[in-house]
């Protein structure tokens, strides 16, 4: 049910789109979004800064997936969850709103560092230390006033260091234009399926100085997210609802043809009052045998997650980024200087988990609390990241030989300082107070430091203007520390005190990469390439008790990636195909395991290594142009990722699926445009969207049950709308046919031993009016 709160901030929020429609002009992103449509046939016209320099897509000897900025506007890709089903084998795991795990070519098991790294332009924004939670607290950016995001498929440690070992998302900013004044304005009002309203307003304003030696941009957005959850406990309809906004701000300096300087500094919130989970029938008391309908909603089909105090969660990520170009003759030299910061701050209801099978941690402290308490975590990710890189790079006109010689040397320096603090706290349920006696929950600190320095080299020799070679290397020294310090209370023990609390580890880690690339025809480019790349080991915790073969460090994981894939387009640009194959090795793959300590019998999950995995497929590309103003586009991946022996602490076993993973993905889109007269056209297009069946993650804790087979599902996405010169408005429908489609599911962990679940969002109807100057 809708609010007047709610209502009056809908309003509120239509009334800025409106009024900002009213007052600004501009050229409608489909216009844009039809020029990258002819570019998206012609690789020659797709630049790219995947390795670090301007390239064009054809002469790329990997597989990488673009989408433009238009694009984005275009679909209404405002988040990782709207644009990953556009780039073949690109999954994710959603843990609510704050959090998601980025899955590239199948590569996760669930451990905490991620396998696929972020970088926004120049600033590395993916965290390295296993404490900082990296594989789920994402730089999910809002995309507006993106020129383009790239995503490189397969380990890109070469370039990129540790947790790129699964590939590397990267968001490329527009940057100031120092020739012209710019302005843009975008807003829109939606409704969610038994849920509430949202409305977003977005702006931007470029401004050039400095008799076109300077600029100045700027841009933000305030977006009011609908909710659709809701909370009969606590009286709280659509309990998942919450805000974003952010800002992004960047000065491009140009005193000489040779040497520019650019400071981009950027904030993102977001604060949700509960997180998306909703209550499905599950399998609480029976987990190995659970019924034919565990994933049917309960509550007669409406979206519940009953909890005693909520699920709040906010979290916000920044960063600020120098970067210096010059040109010094014979190269370029580049430095950039970055600070990154980031903190999730989340309390979750554990009062109906399950402390084992059908036996809640309400039960398990009734004895201790009365009957009428909860139980509610509070956790709290903070991390602080300083980078520096000075990178050495060839002019496009060297040559040795008679040959071209494209080469980089590079050096960086990563430090980042972690803080990781998680508390239990007892709650009377009529007061609201928390209880104090007659023991504490308990909790626990772990500050961490990492530290890394690393260089780097690549070359592409070019024996002739059809045919070149390849080749990369990196080494890393990494060291880092951790301490945990245990508060005492019935979840945590008796805190025992160790002679050295503090945990170190220290590793050096080399990378290399190879490829070779033939270009038959100017617009037909055949590639293979063999690359690989790690994540970082690290120490772990300091358990009181631990077993005698507990280790308190952690080693790195690695992958061996190889990979063929042939780009063309045929026909006058009629047809596009992009095509790729790989086969990866996954080797002392990082897990998350749990060892229980004595005498209090408390059970702590630590990160340890678990065998080996494997993943092969074959991503796929297509777009076809039947006839002007129509295009038929098709992405798509096959991935059959497994582990290739068994891993006893994990839960797993030889030839069990890696977790959300389908094998089958695969998204069709119709898109068209014609014109009504004079300076105006019409637009639309639908998307279909198919998910095949994926298994959640693995457990080894006895009793439960992990590893379970999700079904496949479809969505359907609709948008259309008109262009009048600089205006424009549209209409567009997410999920049209409401499908109830699973992200993640448990077994158990909702009220009255029901199971919980994410699900895609409920469809979602929307007006967006655009302008641009």
């Not at 790239?150 to 370039?159: F, H, I, M, N, R």
């Not at 790690?534 to 990979?563: C, M």
Request: net charge negative.
């Amino acid at each position: 049910m809708q609010t007047k709160t709610d209502f009056r901030r809908s309003v509120l929020a239509c009334s800025v789109a409106l009024g900002a429609f009213g007052i600004a002009s501009a050229a409608h992103a489909a216009e844009a979004a039809a020029e990258a449509v002819d570019a998206a046939t012609d690789p020659n016209m797709i630049v790219v800064t995947a390795s670090k320099r301007s390239q064009a897509l054809i002469d790329v000897s990997q597989s990488i997936s673009v989408i433009t900025g238009a694009d984005l506007a275009y679909r209404n890709q405002m988040r990782i969850e709207d644009f990953a089903a556009s780039v073949p084998g690109f999954n994710f795991q959603t843990a609510g709103p704050r959090a998601i795990r980025l899955i590239l070519r199948g590569l996760n098991t669930g451990g905490s560092g991620a396998t696929v790294g972020v970088v926004i332009d120049e600033t590395p924004f993916s965290y390295q230390s296993g404490l900082a939670n990296g594989s789920i607290d994402t730089a999910n950016l809002d995309t507006f006033d993106m020129e383009r995001i790239e995503v490189l498929k397969g380990p890109q440690g070469t370039l990129y260091g540790a947790t790129a070992e699964g590939g590397l998302l990267k968001y490329v900013t527009n940057k100031p234009n120092v020739d012209k004044v710019e302005a843009a304005v975008e807003a829109n009002g939606e409704i969610v399926d038994q849920g509430t309203t949202g409305g977003t307003i977005r702006g931007m304003i470029n401004i050039p100085f400095w008799g076109g030696k300077g600029a100045i941009r700027a841009s933000g957005f305030y977006q009011d997210v609908a909710g659709y959850v809701d909370n009969p406990l606590l009286g709280s309809n659509n309990s998942n609802r919450g805000y974003k906004y952010g800002g992004r701000i960047s000065l491009l300096l140009k005193p000489s043809d040779n040497f520019s300087i650019r400071l981009t500094g950027s904030r993102q919130d977001q604060k949700f009052d509960d997180n998306s989970f909703v209550e499905v029938v599950g399998a609480n008391t029976a987990p190995l045998n659970p019924p034919a309908n565990q994933f049917d909603i309960a509550n007669g089909g409406r979206l519940v997650q009953n909890s005693f105090n909520g699920n709040p969660n906010k979290n916000y990520y920044e960063y600020a980024n120098l970067v210096l170009d010059w040109d010094i003759g014979f190269a370029s030299l580049l430095s950039s200087t970055s600070y990154g910061r980031l903190s999730s701050e989340f309390r979750t209801d554990i009062t109906s988990a399950n402390a084992a099978p059908g036996f809640t941690f309400q039960q398990a402290f009734a004895g201790v609390y009365g009957n009428d308490f909860s139980l509610w975590g509070r956790q709290t990710n903070a991390v602080k990241r300083w980078n520096q890189e000075f990178r050495l790079t060839s002019k496009p006109d060297t040559n040795i030989g008679g040959m071209g010689l494209d080469w980089q040397l590079g050096g960086f320096f990563a430090k980042e300082d972690v803080t990781f603090e998680q508390f239990f706290d007892a709650i009377n349920n009529t007061t609201k107070a928390v209880i104090e006696t007659p023991f504490p929950v308990g909790g626990s600190v772990l500050p961490g430091k990492y530290e890394e320095y690393s260089g780097f080299a690549n070359a592409t020799l070019h024996f002739t203007d059809k045919f070149d070679v390849s080749g990369g290397i990196r080494y890393a020294d990494i060291k880092q520390e951790s301490l945990v310090i245990n508060y005492p209370g019935l979840i945590t023990g008796v805190p025992v005190i160790t002679a050295n609390p503090i945990t170190r580890s220290s590793e050096n880690k080399v990378t290399w990469s190879a490829a070779v690339n033939f270009k038959p025809t100017a617009t037909t480019q055949l590639y293979a390439r063999v690359a690989t790349g790690y994540r970082s080991g690290g120490p772990n915790l300091i358990i009181p008790g631990a077993p005698a073969d507990f280790k308190f460090t952690y080693g790195p994981d690695s992958v061996t990636n190889y990979e063929a894939g042939v780009r063309t387009t045929l026909f006058d640009n009629m047809l596009s195909i992009d095509v790729a194959a790989f086969y990866i090795d996954w080797n002392n793959v990082q897990i998350i395991t749990s060892y229980v300590s004595q005498p209090s019998g408390t059970r702590y999950n630590v990160i340890g290594n678990g065998g080996k995995a494997r993943s092969q497929g074959v991503e796929w590309s297509l777009a076809f142009t039947p006839v002007k103003g129509i295009r038929i586009s098709d992405t798509g991946a096959y991935t059959d990722a497994k582990l290739t022996e068994d891993a006893a602490d994990l839960g797993g076993f030889d030839g069990d699926q890696l977790p959300f993973v389908p094998k089958w993905s695969n998204t069709l889109n119709v898109d068209f445009e014609a014109p009504l007269g004079d300076n105006a056209k019409a637009f639309g297009g639908a998307s279909w969207v198919y998910t095949g069946e994926r298994f959640t993650g693995f457990t080894s804790a006895p009793g439960f049950r992990g590893h379970i087979a999700l079904p496949d599902y479809s969505s359907f996405n609709l948008q259309g709308g008109v262009e009048f010169g600089r205006y424009s408005a549209s209409l567009y429908v997410r999920n049209l046919t409401n499908e109830r489609g699973l992200n993640d599911y448990s077994t158990g962990n909702g009220y009255r031993l029901t199971g919980l679940a994410q699900i895609i969002q409920p469809r979602t109807v929307g007006i967006k009016l655009t302008a641009r100057y």
